[in-house]
T-cell receptor, first 116, second 114 residues
Framework: GAGVSQTPSNKVTEKGKYVELRCDPI?????LYWYRQSLGQGPEFLIY????????DSGLPNDRFFAVRPEGSVSTLKIQRTERGDSAVYLC??????????????FGQGTRLTVV | DAKTTQPPSMDCAEGRAANLPCNHS???????VYWYRQIHSQGPQYIIH???NNETNEMASLIITEDRKSSTLILPHATLRDTAVYYC???????????????FGSGTQLTVLP
């Protein structure tokens, strides 16, 4: 596709359940980012991939959160034992490179996660 | 990455230029200035970025002061569809040992009035 695609667009889950959020970046983009945005706040960084490896996961709030990008393209954000405080819009972005030229990041529309 | 300061909100009349200021007094020599905007219920949208020189594209112009401590995003002819939160972000560009993610602040809520 032409842009970053995130699925599902909405996800409602019960407290304690496991969820997976998927991100399809722009083809050929080497860098991929996950952000979380709560109502009325700016996006908050979670994790950044360069290729297949997580280059910076300092934003992950705790060990319930994990993300993978096994083939350097599609990424999955995984949340175990969800809590109501995990409710937010989860945004994915990709950029051609991480440094130098071509570093502008393009965002998907996000997945709205609601934990009830 | 350096911290940025933006006014929380601004209004602009439709058809007029919108000038959005940003202070980044602690910016380093290897940091770019990026601007993004977020229209309600959408993901952030890249607008423009620059290092030292002024930049212009089809969406906007970016004016960076000579000392690089502040910048202004200019939307030359604002429309109602430009109503959004505008984020100014400084981000390391060339240092291999530094974080490369965008760090968003609270941004400026621009409201374009008919």
């Amino acid at each position: 596709g032409a842009g970053v695609s995130q699925t599902p667009s909405n996800k409602v889950t019960e407290k304690g359940k496991y969820v997976e959020l998927r991100c399809d970046p722009i083809s050929g983009h080497t860098a991929l980012y996950w952000y979380r945005q709560s109502l009325g706040q700016g996006p908050e960084f979670l994790i950044y991939f360069q290729g297949t490896g997580a280059a910076d996961d300092s934003g992950l709030p705790n060990d319930r959160f994990f993300a993978v990008r096994p083939e350097g393209s599609v990424s999955t954000l995984k949340i175990q034992r969800t809590e109501r405080g995990d409710s937010a819009v989860y945004l994915c972005a990709s950029s051609l490179y991480a440094v130098g030229g071509g570093t502008e990041a393009f965002f998907g529309q996000g997945t709205r996660l609601t934990v009830v | 990455d350096a911290k940025t300061t933006q006014p929380p909100s601004m209004d602009c009349a439709e058809g007029r230029a919108a000038n959005l200021p940003c202070n980044h007094s602690t910016i380093s020599g290897n940091e770019y200035v990026y601007w993004y905007r977020q229209i309600h219920s959408q993901g952030p949208q890249y607008i423009i970025h620059g290092l030292k020189n002024n930049e212009t594209n089809e969406m906007a112009s970016l004016i960076i002061t000579e000392d690089r401590k502040s910048s202004t995003l200019i939307l030359p002819h604002a429309t109602l569809r430009d109503t959004a939160v505008y984020y100014c972000i400084v981000r390391v560009a060339i240092s291999s040992g530094s974080a490369r993610q965008l760090t968003f602040g609270s941004g400026t809520q621009l409201t374009v009035l008919p």
